[in-house]
């Protein structure tokens, strides 16, 4: 059987968006997947080309994807002339500092962005409950992952 190939995109001004990308860069390897993570500036489009799944990542700005995010998108129009990543799957994660801080419409505009490479895009399967200690999905999406932290402690 074929290693599978992770690719995550993402952008982070900060480190809060970076390290979400590595906490899940490294559940992917410990699914034995070939993972690479890349900022969007850095992308290899050979890369996420060849890739099984791509997760794209970004901080929430004024509710919505960082500009970068929003360049690296628009530069695909090559890609999703071929449809080189029609039926590869998609997913997604956003943090703010707020709780709300429209996150939602983040994860909406990326995952539009998927659906019309025509990729299939996997959400949350999270219950929204207590699992000891540990909140589960404590913000209560399942289109996919957003995470909040104080103000005081990022800037992402």
């Known amino acids: 059987m074929n290693k599978k190939q992770v690719s995550i995109v993402y952008y982070s001004r900060s480190c809060c968006v970076e390290k979400i990308a590595d906490t899940i860069a490294d559940?992917?390897?410990s699914e034995s997947c070939e993972t690479f993570t890349m900022m969007t500036e850095e992308v290899s489009f050979d890369v996420l080309n060849n890739s099984d799944a791509i997760i794209f990542g970004s901080p929430t700005y004024f509710g919505s994807v960082s500009g970068e995010m929003k360049s690296f998108f628009d530069n695909t129009s090559k890609i999703w002339m071929s449809r080189?990543?029609?039926?590869?799957?998609?997913?997604?994660?956003?943090?703010?500092s707020n709780l709300s801080g429209d996150k939602q419409s983040t994860l909406y505009q990326m995952m539009v962005f998927a659906l019309q490479h025509g990729m299939i895009w996997a959400g949350l399967n999270l219950p929204s409950h207590n699992?000891?200690?540990i909140v589960?999905?404590?913000?209560?999406?399942?289109?996919?992952?957003?995470?909040?932290?104080?103000?005081?402690?990022?800037?992402?």
């Open 84 to 96: 080189q990543w029609q039926n590869k799957i998609a997913g997604g994660f956003t943090h703010s």
């Open 131 to 133: 699992e000891g200690d």
């Open 27 to 29: 559940g992917c390897r």
């Open 136 to 156: 589960v999905n404590r913000l209560g999406s399942w289109s996919g992952l957003m995470t909040q932290s104080s103000k005081k402690n990022q800037i992402d």
